[in-house]
Nanobody, 125 residues
Framework: VQLQASGGGLVQAGDSLRLSCALS????????MGWFRQAPGKEREFVAA????????AYADSVKGRFTISRDNARNTVYLQMHSLNSEDTAVYYC???????????????????WGQGTLVTVSS
């Protein structure tokens, strides 16, 4: 399984950005997907997750109402639409895939088996 994240860049505070993550090498719809991020000097943290049928999503409190996770099983891609970006959102964003993710562990990095290389989002104030 390979995950390729894209869409990061340098934006101004208040701007929007959409990240994409394409999965290859396996059946995308079999995987629950998550986004995590790691800011400089900080630990990796959960951002958002979506289960295989898109029926369940979860968000970190810090992004709830601003970020939306979605998936397109036909395109083998998961998206993270980000609005109202601020400097606290500056980080490397990683997508992750897991086949054993359940509601109780969706926010835990250890629940995911495969990780993308990360895409850098920099928000200037």
């Amino acid at each position: 399984v390979q995950l390729q994240a894209s869409g990061g860049g340098l934006v101004q505070a208040g701007d929007s950005l959409r990240l994409s993550c394409a999965l290859s090498g396996s059946t995308f719809r079999s995987y629950h997907m998550g986004w995590f991020r790691q800011a400089p000097g900080k630990e990796r943290e959960f951002v958002a997750a979506i289960r295989t049928n898109a029926g369940s999503t979860a968000y970190a409190d810090s992004v709830k109402g601003r970020f939306t996770i979605s998936r397109d099983n036909a395109r083998n891609t998961v998206y993270l639409q980000m609005h109202s970006l601020n400097s606290e959102d500056t980080a490397v964003y990683y997508c992750a895939a897991g086949s054993r993710v359940i509601l109780s562990n969706m926010r835990s990095a250890s629940a995911y088996d495969y990780w993308g290389q990360g895409t850098l989002v920099t928000v200037s104030s």
